[in-house]
C-alpha cells in the first residue's frame, strides 16, 4: 500500500487529495472505496488488502478527513467537490471504466457519479446507501456527533465509547473494535484521542442538518450499471421498503443483507470480502 495524492482545481482554487493506494499490476481493473461522513479511507484497509488479488484499489480521504483534512470553508464540505476530487484520481491514470463502493456518503457521491451520461463506473456497490434517504438518519448522524466526546484522554476510553455507541456497524470482535476506533480517530501531540477529519467536519454536520427527506430517484433511474446493494438488517438508513423498490426500478439489482447490523456494515471481516470480491467477478449475479 502506497499513500499517494493528487492536485486538483475547485471552484477555482488548486486542492490536493489524498488517497490510499494498492497497485495490481497483473490487473486492468480498479476499485475505488467511499468513506462515509466523519470516516475515512482506512476503514476500507482489511477489504482493500483481500480485493488487490483482482483489482487496483484506491481509497481517497475525503475533503477535511484523514490526510485531506486541509480545508478552507465549510463550502468545500460539498457532495459535489467529494465527486471532483474522485474524478481528478481517475483523470490522473486515465481509468477507462472503474468498479466503486460507496458507504453512507461515499454512497451518494458514488450514485452521482453513476447517473452521468456515459459513466466510467462498470460495477457499483451502495453500503447502505438507497435511493431515498429519510431525514430520520441525518437527525441521527446530528445528535450522535453532538453528544460524542471530541477528545479522549488515552485510547481506551475511545474504545470504550465506540463499543458502546456504534453498534450499528454490526457484530465486531476485540481486535475489529480496535481497529475500528484506531481507523477513525488520531493521536495529538498531548497524546489524547481525536476524530480525524476537520473540526469544519463536526461544524457542519451541526448546522446544516437537512431539513427533509433526500430523494435520489431521478438519480437512480439513470444508472445502467449493474448495482449490488448491501443492507443492514437493522438500518433506517436504508429500509428494506426502499431496497425493494431499489430493485424493481433499476436494471441488474442484488441485495444482500447482515443481520444483527444497522448503519452501516463495517465490511471487516472475510464473509463481507468474499462477497464483495465475488460479486465484482460476476460470480454471484
Excluded at 493521536?187 to 467536519?201: A, I, K, S
Aim: with cysteine; glycine share 8%.
Amino acid at each position: 500500500m502506497k499513500i499517494k495524492s493528487v492536485d486538483y482545481s475547485y471552484a477555482g482554487v488548486e486542492r490536493k487529495i489524498y488517497y490510499r493506494f494498492w497497485e495490481n499490476r497483473n490487473s486492468k481493473r480498479a476499485l475505488f472505496c467511499l468513506h462515509g461522513v466523519t470516516r475515512n479511507s482506512r476503514d476500507f484497509i482489511f477489504l482493500a488488502e483481500r480485493l488487490s488479488e483482482t483489482h487496483t484499489v484506491i481509497c481517497p480521504d475525503f475533503p477535511g478527513r484523514g490526510l485531506s483534512r486541509d480545508v478552507k470553508s465549510l463550502d468545500d464540505l460539498a457532495l459535489d467537490h467529494y465527486e471532483a476530487s474522485v474524478v481528478a484520481i481517475i483523470n490522473e491514470y486515465g481509468f477507462r471504466s472503474i468498479d466503486v463502493l460507496g458507504t453512507s456518503m461515499g454512497g451518494m457521491v458514488s450514485i452521482n457519479l453513476a447517473s452521468k451520461n456515459n459513466s466510467p463506473i462498470r460495477r457499483l456497490i451502495l453500503n447502505d446507501l438507497g435511493a431515498f434517504v429519510p431525514l430520520k438518519i441525518f437527525q441521527a448522524i446530528a445528535v450522535h456527533e453532538h453528544d460524542k466526546p471530541q477528545l479522549y484522554p488515552d485510547f481506551d476510553t475511545a474504545l470504550d465509547f465506540h463499543k458502546q455507541n456504534c453498534a450499528g456497524f454490526g457484530p465486531m470482535n476485540e481486535e475489529q473494535w480496535r481497529e475500528f476506533t484506531l481507523a477513525g480517530m488520531k493521536q495529538n501531540d498531548n497524546g489524547e484521542y481525536e476524530y480525524d477529519y476537520n473540526p469544519m467536519v463536526h461544524e457542519k454536520i451541526l448546522s446544516h442538518t437537512p431539513k427533509s427527506d433526500l430523494d435520489l430517484w431521478h438519480l437512480w433511474e439513470q444508472i445502467e450499471s449493474p448495482v449490488m446493494i448491501l443492507r443492514g438488517s437493522e438500518s433506517y438508513a436504508l429500509t428494506r421498503e426502499v431496497a425493494e423498490e431499489m430493485q424493481e426500478r433499476g436494471g441488474q439489482v442484488k441485495l444482500v443483507e447482515f443481520e444483527g447490523t444497522g448503519h452501516a456494515p463495517n465490511l471487516m471481516n472475510q464473509g463481507h470480502a468474499d462477497i464483495v470480491r465475488d460479486w465484482l467477478s460476476g460470480n454471484s449475479d
